[in-house]
């Protein structure tokens, strides 16, 4: 694990630099790195995290109501959507933050650089010291470039629609029930968990998800729900 990351192929990337170096290197530090690293680095990235949850709700409410004029139940919808740990990981992933990351051994070989959650808080946490070191124009340009600009993407694939509002619709109108969803199992320390999630019609599993989260776990079964109650639909008609 290299102490002395060179980040201006990222500093390039976003056509920004870093004044305050310690800022840039801290949104990298995972909990983890600080037990093997303790005599290096004294500091983990989740206070920055906090942060910049906070930012990037702020300027994604701030953006959606400038620009839009549909009301507050679709614009929440839409901000919720653009905001979600998936979609932060993807645009991790593709600035290379996982090449940045100080993570311990451990989690580097379980794969950490590639975790959808770790990427996902990552990208908080870069924003968070992006703000705190640019001020809020430089941070309110780079959510604009990497995660707003992909909004009419995510309006083409309904993913600002919930997928556990759409499965209960679904499952009402085709069977009148109504889904529940149960805990099937839990794995990881307490500070990188992962749920897997069973959602249940009458008793009888349908599908299964994970995530960090329960309620992120419910997510993903309720998605992976419609999608098999699509596939089972275009199986019936072509056997039609």
């Not at 906090?50 to 919808?77: C, K, Q, S, W």
């Not at 451990?106 to 975790?115: C, D, I, L, P, Q």
């Not at 349908?206 to 699509?230: L, W």
Request: one cysteine or more; hydrophobic letters at 40%.
């Amino acid at each position: 694990m290299l102490l002395d990351k060179d980040f201006s192929p990222l500093e390039q990337k976003i056509n920004y630099h870093f004044k305050d170096r310690r800022l840039l290197k801290t949104a990298f530090v995972h909990r983890s790195a600080l037990n093997e690293l303790h005599d290096h680095i004294n500091e983990h990235n989740e206070r920055l995290e906090f942060l910049g949850d906070a930012v990037l709700e702020l300027i994604v409410t701030e953006n959606l109501f400038l620009h839009y004029p549909n009301p507050e139940g679709e614009l929440t919808n839409w901000r919720s959507a653009l905001v979600r740990g998936q979609h932060l990981a993807e645009k991790a992933k593709d600035l290379g933050f996982g090449d940045y990351l100080y993570l311990s051994h451990g989690e580097t070989k379980s794969g950490g650089k590639a975790k959808q959650m770790i990427l996902a808080n990552t990208f908080e946490a870069f924003l968070g010291a992006l703000y705190l070191d640019g001020g809020y124009k430089i941070a309110k340009n780079f959510v604009e470039q990497t995660i707003i600009c992909h909004l009419s993407e995510i309006l083409a694939e309904g993913l600002d629609i919930d997928p556990k509002s759409r499965f209960q619709e679904l499952a009402q109108e085709k069977y009148s029930i109504t889904p529940d969803y149960k805990v099937i199992s839990e794995s990881g320390p307490d500070h990188n968990k992962i749920f897997t999630v069973g959602v249940y019609l009458a008793d009888r599993q349908v599908a299964q998800g994970q995530g960090s989260s329960k309620q992120y776990a419910q997510i993903a079964a309720a998605r992976s729900a419609i999608n098999q109650m699509f596939s089972d639909l275009q199986n019936q008609i072509e056997k039609a």
